[in-house]
C-alpha cells in the first residue's frame, strides 16, 4: 500500500489528495461523456414531419421543426429585430450563398428565401429594405436578424435589438434584355403559411389528454400531435390554427397570459 512521505508539509499533502480525487473525478466523467456519445451513436434518427406539396422542405433547429412558407401574400409581421455580424462574416447561409454583413440581407425562420421585406424601425421610424437569405434568429420572440449594414441602416446596431414590423415586398426577377441583366421587383404572389400554437408536450399520453380536454373547454381546436423521436413518444398539446404569423403571435400571448408560460408558435 502506497503512503505519504512523513517529511511532506500538511499543504503538500493536502494538494496530492486534491489532485487524487481530481483525477478520480475526471476519469468518471471521461467514462460518462464517452458512454453518453456511444449511446447517441446508436439511437435512432428522429422522424420528420412529411413534406408539403409545393413547399420547401421543413428544417429542424433544437427541438423544433420549422416548415417555410410557400408564399407570402400580404404578409406582415411585428416583433424584435436584432442582428448579426463579424463573427459570421463569410459564412455560409442557410441559401448556400456566404454571408456579407455589408449585403442588405437577412434571415428569417419562414419566409421564401429571396423574398424582399421592408424593415420599419418602430422605435425611431427608419426603414430598410432586405432579401431573404438565411434561416433565423431562434431566439424567442425575435422574428428577424438583420445584416450589419441593414441593422445600421435603420440605428439598431447600438441597441441590439428593437421592436419592428416587416412588409413582404416581393421577389426579384432576373431577366435578359439585349445582352444585359436586368432585374425587376415581382409583388409576392404570396401565402401566409397555417400555423398553431403548442402549449405543452409530455411522455404519458394521459397528461397530454388531461391537459387537452382542459384547453378544449377555453380554446378552438385542441388537438394532440404524436411525436416519434429517439427519447422515446412525445405528446405534443396543441391549439387553434392561425393563417398568419401575426394571428399566431397574439394568440400566443393569450396563452401565456393564461398561466401556459411555455406556449409557442409552431408550423403545422
Known amino acids: 500500500m502506497n503512503r505519504e512521505p512523513d517529511n511532506l508539509s500538511s499543504y503538500t499533502k493536502s494538494y496530492l489528495r486534491m489532485r487524487v ?3 478520480c473525478c475526471n476519469l468518471q466523467f471521461a467514462i460518462c461523456i464517452g458512454l453518453s456519445l456511444f449511446l447517441l451513436s446508436c439511437a435512432a434518427p428522429e422522424k420528420r414531419p412529411a413534406p408539403l406539396l409545393g413547399y420547401p422542405k421543413p ?6 421543426w420549422y416548415q417555410p412558407l410557400k408564399h407570402a401574400r400580404g404578409f406582415r409581421e411585428r416583433g424584435m429585430a436584432s442582428w448579426y455580424g463579424k463573427e459570421f462574416h463569410g459564412r455560409k447561409t442557410a441559401s448556400g450563398e456566404s454571408y456579407d454583413m455589408y449585403a442588405l440581407t437577412a434571415a428569417h425562420k419562414t419566409l421564401p428565401m429571396d423574398t424582399y421585406v421592408s424593415v420599419y424601425n418602430l ?6 429594405d432586405v432579401r431573404i437569405n438565411d434561416r433565423g434568429p431562434f431566439v424567442r420572440d425575435r422574428i428577424i436578424d438583420l445584416s450589419y449594414e441593414a441593422a445600421q441602416r435603420i440605428g439598431l446596431v447600438g441597441p441590439g435589438t428593437a421592436p419592428v414590423e416587416i412588409v ?15 432585374r425587376t421587383l415581382v409583388p409576392g404572389n404570396y401565402y401566409v403559411g397555417d400555423f ?10 394521459e397528461n397530454a389528454l388531461r391537459l387537452r380536454n382542459k384547453l378544449a373547454e377555453t380554446y378552438k381546436n385542441a388537438h394532440i400531435v404524436v411525436y416519434e423521436s429517439a427519447k422515446g413518444t412525445f405528446y405534443r398539446v396543441r391549439v387553434s390554427r392561425c ?15 393564461a398561466g401556459y408560460p411555455d406556449a409557442i408558435v409552431v408550423a403545422r
Open 21 to 23: 480525487l481530481s483525477n
Open 59 to 64: 428544417y429542424k433547429i433544437g427541438k423544433l
Open 123 to 128: 422605435n425611431n421610424g427608419k426603414r430598410g
Open 168 to 182: 413582404a415586398l416581393g421577389s426579384v426577377k432576373e431577366t435578359v434584355v439585349g445582352g444585359k441583366v436586368q
Open 196 to 205: 398553431t400554437i403548442q402549449v405543452g408536450a409530455f411522455k404519458e399520453k
Open 243 to 257: 393563417k398568419t404569423l401575426d394571428h399566431a403571435r397574439k394568440y400566443e400571448k393569450v396563452i401565456e397570459a
